[in-house]
């Protein structure tokens, strides 16, 4: 059973890590477009947004499982960060993902979500 969570676990990381690259890929490839307030919320930042939160989710519950089984201490705290940093940058996403262009200040800050929240994540 242990071997089956990890291999769970293990594919929902990648997944995981497939959210943040759309998510800051988009951001990335629209960095330029910022300097001339034509940046927009491409689909890929979206997806990655929702694929992050999800597979987040189903890290959370893997990591508690596993946590029953060992007897590690799970990070509440860490978790309830992220949580609150990934649906910010939900929000931030779906309220401004049709628009055609959104304002600088509101696209740097869901890239600066993004690193915060991929911070996080290696230091914590």
């Known amino acids: 059973m242990e071997q089956t969570i990890d291999v769970i676990r293990n594919i929902t990381l990648i997944l995981h890590f497939v959210g943040i690259g759309a998510l800051l890929g988009g951001f990335l490839t629209q960095m330029k477009a910022m300097r001339t307030r034509e940046a927009k919320i491409v689909p890929a930042m979206n997806h990655g947004a929702w694929t992050m939160f ?44 049709k628009k055609p262009a959104v304002s600088p200040a509101v696209f740097g800050s869901v890239g600066l979500l993004t690193v915060a929240n991929i911070t996080m994540a290696v230091l914590y």
């Open 54 to 97: 999800i597979t987040g989710l189903i890290l959370t519950g893997v990591a508690e499982y596993r946590s029953s089984i060992i007897g590690f201490e799970v990070n509440h705290t860490l978790i309830a960060a992220k949580t609150v940093v990934i649906l910010a940058i939900l929000v931030l996403v779906l309220i401004n993902r």
